[in-house]
Every structure is written in C-alpha cells, then in structure tokens.
Nanobody, 126 residues
Framework: QVQLVESGGGLVQAGGSLRLSCAASGRTFSNYAMGMGWFRQAPGKEREIVAAINWNGGSTYYADSVKGRFTISRDNAKNTVYLQMNSLKPEDTAVYYC?????????????????WGQGTQVTVSS
C-alpha cells in the first residue's frame, strides 16, 4: 500500500499558475514501478483524469482540456509527482487528487488506480 499526500493547491486568478505536489510513502517509487495520475472533481461532476505518467516519466497522457497548459512530472528519488498548471481557467476549479496506479504504465480509468490522496482544492477566479 502506498500513502499519498497532495499539496500546493490554493486560490489563483485566471491566467495564473500553480504547482501541485504529491508525496508518496510506504511503497516507494524505487522499489515499485507505479504509473501515477492526477484527477480532479468539480462540484456536481464526476471525477476525471487530468494527466498520467508512467513509472519512469518516459510516457505521459493529458486530457484534451489541459493539453498544452499542464505538465505532469515525477522525481522517483524524492517519491514525488508534480502537476505544473499554467494559464489556469475558472473551469479548472476543482479538488485535485493524486493516485497511484496498479501497473507500471500510465492509465486513465479510476479503476486502474489503487491508492488515492485526500485531495487539494484549486480555485481559479475570473
């Protein structure tokens, strides 16, 4: 089992930037090859994939809505995954969750992720 803790959320104006971090403990990236993902859930909406990354950072996936604005990365030595969010829009407002995958490659379905963080709120004002 891996424990995940997100940080870096907050309130930002449209056009601004935030960097989310997800620190993993328990199962470490050096011992277990895990794909990782960032999801978000806005009020009244289903949880949706934002970005995903494979175990060594060599392959990534982005939702169309964030492509070109968000960047997912990982530092396996620090057991940390990041989500750099630029050019933020009000529609990016949501609780953002970090998740650890069940396999080494990236995945986009919540069913393919076995551990979840508690979430961090991102609010983008217009």
């Amino acid at each position: 089992q891996v424990q995940l803790v997100e940080s870096g959320g907050g309130l930002v104006q449209a056009g601004g930037s935030l960097r989310l971090s997800c620190a993993a403990s328990g199962r470490t990236f050096s011992n277990y090859a895990m794909g990782m993902g960032w999801f978000r859930q806005a009020p009244g909406k289903e949880r949706e994939i934002v970005a995903a990354i494979n175990w060594n950072g060599g392959s990534t996936y982005y939702a169309d809505s964030v492509k070109g604005r968000f960047t997912i990365s990982r530092d396996n030595a620090k057991n940390t995954v990041y989500l750099q969010m630029n050019s933020l829009k009000p529609e990016d407002t949501a609780v953002y969750y970090c998740a650890a995958g069940r396999r080494a490659d990236w995945a986009i379905s919540p069913r393919d992720f076995g551990s979840w963080g508690q979430g961090t709120q991102v609010t983008v004002s217009s």
